[in-house]
């Protein structure tokens, strides 16, 4: 005899065969023969239908997830961005998209896609570790070109290359919008002044990061700024927002061609940054994008020929 299984949001029996419940088994056809894992999670957060594929990469048996809440079934979940995303769709009642790597021996990154119901969240996911290994080899191979054709002053940034550290706070973080630009641009100034830079120095540290700032509001509705110093020599300034980034096969163009703009990358004026301050370290995936700036004093000395 047939065993019974937790049909689509409604947790009855396949053994019932009104329309409604003809429905809801072809549904679950449907998602017991797909490639994507599936669960359905009540308004208590309690898993009321999982699909093979999904108890398949959660090593569990379905018996063994059904009826318990998602954060005991998955505890690796109750991280801040997955948990947050999850309430975030509940809350404001539209469907998040998002990349996260489970940890592990062997970390594992997937692709989510939650939707709210009537009854709870539907969530979609996919295990996408090839092709996040394939896009690290890529972008290893970029940095690395990047760094060539910038002289060094370019530096792509990852889980193996790290931003660089934090200076000396000067004020607080800036949150970005429209309005706010000018605010940054003047703390930015203010900086340089103190630190003795001269006129043209200044005004490409200013710039730059005005460009950064610009774009981070223009592509990714925002950010925060915040400016710091070291030695009195140099001045740092970061960008951070968390817009949709840079697509790996856009680097190349988003950060050399003049002009380049598509939606969700850096935009225009890019190159101007790497032609107005010293060093530019850039971090960038579907999460958001940091941009890292700084300005010595003095102009660096040219390399020995």
């Not at 968390?242 to 850096?266: M, Q």
Request: charged letters at 25%; a negative charge.
């Amino acid at each position: 005899m047939e065993s019974q299984k937790t049909t689509l949001l409604s947790g009855k029996s396949r053994q019932r065969q009104t329309p409604d419940a003809e429905l809801h088994l072809r549904a679950t056809d449907v998602l017991e023969a797909m490639t994507d894992a599936f669960i359905a999670l009540d308004r208590e957060w309690r898993v009321i239908y999982v699909n093979a594929e999904a108890a398949r990469m959660g090593g569990k048996a379905p018996e063994e997830i059904l009826g318990r809440t998602v954060w005991e079934a998955w505890p690796t979940t109750r991280s801040v961005r997955i948990e947050r995303e999850y309430r975030r769709a509940i809350a404001e009642r539209t469907s998040v998209q998002f990349e996260f790597q489970y940890p592990g021996p062997q970390p594992i990154w997937v692709e989510i896609h939650a939707y709210p119901s009537d009854d709870g969240l539907n969530i979609f996911f996919r295990d996408i570790t090839e092709r996040k290994q394939r896009e690290q080899e890529r972008r290893a191979f970029l940095r690395d070109v990047l760094a060539s054709v910038t002289e060094g002053k370019l530096r792509l940034c990852d889980e193996t290359t790290p931003l660089p550290r934090r200076l000396t706070w000067l004020g607080e973080p800036l949150p970005l919008t429209a309005s706010t630009l000018t605010d940054l641009r003047t703390l930015v100034q203010a900086a340089a002044h103190d630190a003795g830079f001269s006129e043209e120095r200044a005004f490409g540290l200013i710039t730059a990061a005005g460009e950064c700032a610009m774009n981070a509001v223009v592509h990714a509705g925002g950010g925060m700024g915040s400016v710091s110093v070291a030695d009195g020599d140099t001045v740092q300034v970061r960008v951070e927002d968390h817009g949709r980034g840079i697509a790996v096969e856009s680097l190349p163009r988003a950060t050399l061609e003049k002009g380049f703009t598509t939606a969700g990358t850096l935009g225009y004026g890019f190159k101007m940054v790497l032609e107005a301050v010293d060093r530019v370290w850039l971090q960038t995936g579907p999460t958001g994008t940091t941009v890292v700036i700084e300005q010595d004093r003095l102009s660096p000395k040219p390399a020995a020929l």
